[in-house]
């Protein structure tokens, strides 16, 4: 399996525009995570899913932060407006394999400076 | 609320010496735990992980882990740490009911001197 994948690695914007990151999931996990990682507040966990559902979105900063998990193999992390305080690395995760195993699997990120 | 404690917020070692990093967690019922590791500019990757049976958990590169129940207590260990162990580390913790999620501690930054 390719892992978990995000696009785009890099991304660099302008205040204001909308943002979307993008995450395929381990095929056959059914719980895939969004964390946001910046220098000053470490990893934060925005929204988790559980079979395309989501479950906790108590971690989403405000109502410029949606997400969304269409099917079981694509979710999409959408930033509009954005601003400079939005700025971090975004990563997605996935785990699966019922409730024995939390094991979570991280994607390599997507760095977001919103200039 | 449940929650992960990481003692230390950065920890500088010379090479060969040994390592040991505190994690405590706060729930006193059914857990598992992790450790993962985030290399510089890289994605947390996972380091070892306790479900049940031996406390002491061997994970990669030479890293251990020792899961104490009666002290809410999941150190990292390694005997002799080498310069590429130069990364961040974060503990974290399941637990029943808590639907797949992990609780992360906040990390603790490693840097090895050559």
């Known amino acids: 399996d390719a892992g978990v994948i995000q696009s785009p690695r890099h991304e660099v914007t302008e205040m204001g525009q909308e943002v979307t990151l993008r995450c395929k999931p381990i095929?056959?996990?059914?719980?895939l995570f969004w964390y946001r990682q910046t220098m000053m507040r470490g990893l934060e966990l925005l929204i988790y899913?559980?079979?395309?559902?989501?479950?906790?979105d108590s971690g989403m900063p405000e109502d410029r932060f949606s997400a969304k998990m269409p099917n079981a193999s694509f979710s999409t992390l959408k930033i509009q407006p954005s601003e400079p305080r939005d700025s971090a690395v975004y990563f997605c995760a996935s785990s699966g394999g019922g409730a024995a195993s939390y094991e979570q699997f991280f994607g390599p990120g997507t760095r977001l400076t919103v200039l | 609320a449940q929650s992960v404690s990481q003692h230390n917020h950065h920890v500088i070692l010379s090479e060969a010496a040994s390592l040991e990093l505190g994690c405590n967690y706060s729930?006193?019922?059914?857990?598992?735990l992790f450790w993962y590791v985030q290399y510089p500019g890289q994605h947390l990757q996972l380091l070892l992980k306790?479900?049940?049976?031996?406390?002491l958990v061997k994970g990669i590169k030479g890293f251990e882990a020792e899961f104490i129940k009666s002290k809410f207590s999941f150190n990292l260990r390694k005997p002799s740490v080498q310069w590429s162990d130069t990364a961040e580390y974060f503990c974290a913790v399941s637990y029943g009911g808590s639907q797949g999620n992990l609780i992360f501690g906040k990390g603790t930054k490693l840097s090895v001197k050559p």
């Open positions: 306790y479900f049940s049976g031996d406390p």
């Open positions: 095929s056959g996990h059914d719980y």
């Open positions: 729930y006193g019922g059914t857990v598992n």
């Open positions: 899913f559980n079979n395309n559902v989501p479950i906790d």
